[in-house]
């Protein structure tokens, strides 16, 4: 889709509430389309077949999967209340719960998947509302390593599919097909520029169908019979209540599933809040909350409609960084024409009818891109000689326990089928090994106090005892009580700055980590990001806000770093201050 420059390169259009004209978020929308519906479709393709399901079970279950998916993604952009992240987020089928949705189907068929899909669901809920009191066992170093492992537990179902072809066919058939598709899709990704790259899945699968076709291996007869409008009849499998052992041993998988589920759409709301603005700003979890809980309530539908859990597709942040057009207006037309498709069989048939060995191809490069992802957010959080033992040690334990090579005999009879999914296992490991580090870590002093400059005596008083107790000085003591008053000072600030404040509670607590020290300010929810300040000092200032802008500076000059992290229902500033002698000087 090419675009003129008045609506690529000025900096307006870095906005999600810009308006842009219909055609073009129409045809933004419609390559939106072309490259995640294909993994949207193909994704319950391969479950439903592995598993046995019939034919017009597998045709209901796509349909469903890609309206609500369509439905999701429109949710995801127009945000109602808090439902929703207020950007284009894409959605489509989730890659991370093939392996468990496959053996929910082979256990207990499409009720069992629709009970455990409704158990996440609810799950996800939950621990979305309360995901700030998550935030020191879901480090960067636990996510990355559950979205590794992810191919590690995808792969063997995966590569199954490279033998699904027809009796009879030549036996050349299926590794021509599928690497027509892999060599297609690598040269145009290692060698393409601009649009053409962002293609690349959808021409190498058309690639490998071309190729699977020569052979007879593309199912043409199916796309002649199907209807050009209609939807499959409904197969509503009803709920499986009975709360079996086929339940109660997938429950700990759908539970992590659901977890991973999470983690992938906060690391989306994440990327696409960096590049939706210009200047980008900090991260806000309210957004990140909106997001998760629009995902909620399309895994809800999954579970009525009988098909696999959703989760977040990468397409809608690459077309922003490519365009620089992040309206919302865009992920409307995007949720539009998948809701168009599902009413259009022979538009779905094309991609079912997609062959196995072109299908795993697709996935592996999928896959590939998942584990790269999951690398990345590990290293951009900084690796030390703790989080490297920890990520290194989860992910080798979970190869070992999805290979069934870590002591199966003993661990069959200790904890039955859960530990032999990688994904759990690695993330049992990863979580752990996170909360050993956290629980043996120097003893955190702590007050709890109201949000007012009445407070700081209070406070004074424990950091003065922290600082003794760790054996600083007075230069040190005095820069904690400095830190803490900015801190503090900023965050009352925005309590004025509220129409109608509400009254709020701080609790700050402080512990000492290796040559510094570690603030963390915990209150309620309040407007504007004291990281976005702290970014934007210098460039413009309010001039009624000069003496905020004072106390900012202060802080800045005074802490290693600040992060600050806004939920709907906790607001969390935290400050590293370096002994005397360090590098006080730091970043936002």
């Not at 939950?126 to 998550?134: K, M, P």
């Not at 299908?359 to 590939?368: G, L, R, S, Y």
């Amino acid at each position: 889709m090419s675009t003129d420059a008045s609506d690529t390169t000025s900096d307006s259009s870095r906005h999600p509430d810009k308006k842009i004209r219909a055609m073009l978020a129409a045809g933004l929308g419609i390559q939106l389309a072309g490259m995640a519906i294909p993994g949207t479709v193909l994704i319950p393709t391969v479950v439903f077949r592995a598993a046995g399901e019939a034919e017009s079970l597998l045709l209901w279950a796509v349909s469903a999967s890609v309206m609500i998916c369509g439905v999701v993604t429109i949710l995801q952009a127009v945000r109602v209340g808090r439902i929703g992240a207020g950007y284009i987020l894409v959605t489509g089928t989730s890659g991370a719960s093939i392996a468990v949705s496959i053996a929910a189907l082979t256990e207990g068929g499409p009720a069992l998947l629709a009970v455990l899909v409704l158990v996440l669901a609810l799950f996800q809920f939950v621990f979305s509302a309360r995901l700030a009191l998550f935030r020191q066992i879901l480090t960067p170093t636990v996510m990355g390593t559950v979205l590794m492992l992810t191919p590690v537990t995808v792969m063997p179902v995966i590569f199954d599919q490279l033998k699904n072809v027809p009796a009879g066919a030549p036996p050349s058939a299926a590794p021509l097909s599928t690497l027509a598709t892999l060599l297609v899709i690598s040269v145009i990704v290692l060698k393409a520029k601009g649009p053409l790259r962002l293609w690349a899945p959808v021409i190498g699968i058309v690639a490998g169908s071309i190729v699977a076709g020569a052979f007879g291996l593309y199912e043409v007869d199916r796309v002649a019979e199907a209807p050009w409008v209609g939807l499959p009849r409904a197969q509503w499998p009803g709920f499986d209540f009975d709360f079996g052992p086929a339940f109660w041993g997938l429950l700990p998988a759908f539970l992590f599933i659901s977890v991973v589920c999470t983690i992938q759409t906060i690391s989306g709301s994440v990327a696409v809040q960096r590049v939706s603005r210009s200047p980008p700003r900090a991260v806000d979890f309210r957004t990140t909350q909106g997001a998760v809980a629009a995902d909620v309530t399309g895994n809800l539908l999954s579970s009525l409609a009988g098909t696999m859990p959703i989760g977040f597709r990468p397409t809608g942040t690459s077309m922003i960084e490519l365009t620089g057009i992040s309206s919302r207006r865009v992920g409307v037309a995007y949720g539009a024409v998948a809701i168009a498709l599902a009413f259009l069989p022979k538009a779905l048939a094309v991609i079912v009818a997609i062959p196995g060995p072109v299908i795993a191809a697709f996935i592996t490069v999928m896959m590939a891109t998942i584990f790269v992802i999951g690398m990345r957010i590990i290293i951009q959080d900084g690796i030390d000689y703790r989080k490297g033992a920890i990520a290194g040690v989860a992910f080798w334990v979970g190869v070992g326990f999805q290979n069934g090579v870590v002591y199966p005999e003993y661990i069959t009879a200790l904890a039955g089928p859960h530990l032999h999914n990688g994904m759990v296992a690695g993330g049992l490991v990863a979580i752990t090994m996170t909360l050993f580090t956290e629980l043996t870590k120097p003893r955190r002093s702590r007050v709890e106090v109201e949000l007012d400059v009445t407070a700081l005596e209070n406070i004074r008083k424990v950091l003065a005892a922290f600082a003794s107790r760790s054996g600083w000085d007075t230069a040190m003591a005095d820069r904690l009580d400095a830190v803490s008053e900015e801190a503090l000072l900023t965050l009352m600030r925005k309590d004025e700055a509220e129409e109608e404040p509400e009254r709020r509670r701080l609790l700050l607590t402080v512990r000492k980590e290796d040559d510094g020290a570690i603030l963390e300010f915990v209150a309620s929810t309040g407007g504007g990001n004291l990281q976005d300040r702290l970014a934007l000092l210098g460039e413009q200032a309010e001039e009624d806000a000069i003496e905020q802008e004072v106390s900012l500076r202060l802080l800045r000059h005074l802490a290693s770093w600040v992060r600050h992290q806004q939920y709907h229902d906790t607001d969390i500033v935290t400050v590293r201050v370096e002994a005397p002698g360090g590098s006080p000087g730091g970043q936002a």
